[in-house]
């Protein structure tokens, strides 16, 4: 899939807001960057969104996160923009050759700008780049906007319970 994705991937994008030219840099944290409190805090606020049942506290998924990078390779990447302000990002982990999408969110303030599609060419210009079998994401079906969202991008879409999962393969099990 070389879509929009693939063209909007590039280190640096650029978006028009209110008319004038706004770039954004996506960025890669672990525990110990500076962004990474303003990851768990944009984080916290999406999850609390969209699963208020979770009612997930800071300290809690600060001390969960540092676990989860301590226990195997994640990769956290922030989308700012030229305030330096997080406007986005894309939680992922590895596991078996494949990259998994666990969390994705772009601030609504910045959605059908472009940016979700950014992120996401990056992360599968980094999976693809990292000789990954494929890279994967799994949504709940009754998010309507997520998956409105992942099924404009050429992926392949699976049911799996209640849930969607949307893939894309570089090799196959042999490598290829």
């Not at 409190?37 to 979770?54: M, T």
Request: proline fraction near 2%; hydrophobic fraction near 35%.
């Amino acid at each position: 899939m070389k879509g929009i994705a693939g063209r909007l991937s590039e280190n640096v994008r650029k978006n028009f807001v209110d008319n004038k030219m706004v770039p954004y840099s996506i960025v890669t944290v672990g525990p110990d960057h500076d962004k990474w409190k303003q990851f768990i805090l944009i984080s916290v606020a999406y999850i609390n969104r969209y699963w208020p049942q979770s009612n997930v506290e800071v300290s809690s998924y600060d001390a969960e996160m540092r676990k989860r990078f301590s226990d195997g390779p994640r990769l956290i990447f922030l989308v700012e923009n030229s305030d330096s302000h997080i406007v986005g990002f894309s939680n992922c982990y590895i596991e078996n050759d494949d990259m998994y999408i666990s969390e994705f969110h772009v601030k609504s303030d910045f959605q059908k700008k472009g940016i979700g599609a950014a992120l996401f060419g990056y992360c599968r210009d980094y999976a693809e780049k990292g000789c990954f079998r494929s890279l994967q994401i799994e949504v709940d079906k009754d998010q309507d906007q997520a998956v409105a969202f992942w099924s404009t991008l050429g992926l392949k879409m699976y049911l799996s319970g209640d849930r969607l999962l949307f893939s894309e393969k570089f090799q196959d099990d042999q490598g290829r």
